[in-house]
């Protein structure tokens, strides 16, 4: 029962930073996807069941929060989900430093994942300058929150959940 309180305020949490209060914290129009970082960590750190379905979750209420494309970031939290459980039997995840080489990965497959698909719609025209202007600077943004992030979760999920 604990550890899905602390689930829900987890997805809460996420939401509420990545959609309002994460604002403060934008370099120019950048800021880190903190719900791609957290839908990682719980693939990473539970079941591997877990990982997909609270990512999907995320992604969802990212999605209806958002003025994009319905379900683009619920299929994209699903799948980082998903991999990052399929990652955490084969991998140290321990290691802070495969950690955030992991953030960094799904921070640009996800941002080419979104570049394809409004590509598809002819929604985006200069693929290039998106990736370099937009998508690099938050997967770099990402890759250096990391740390810090997966920290407090893991504080506060020892101090609360367990």
Known sequence: MKNFLFFLLLIFFSIFFQSSA?????????????????????????EEETGPCLGFILGLLQDVFSTGILGLNSFSKTLSGYLCGKASKRLNIKNIIIQVIIIFIFSIVEGILFLSILNIFHLQKKVHETFFQLILPQTIYNFLITPFLFRIIDFFHKKWAV
Do not use: F, M, Q, S
């Open 22 to 46: 994460l604002n403060i914290l934008a370099i120019g129009h950048i800021k880190p996807d903190l719900v791609l970082i957290v839908a990682c960590y719980i693939g990473l750190h539970w």
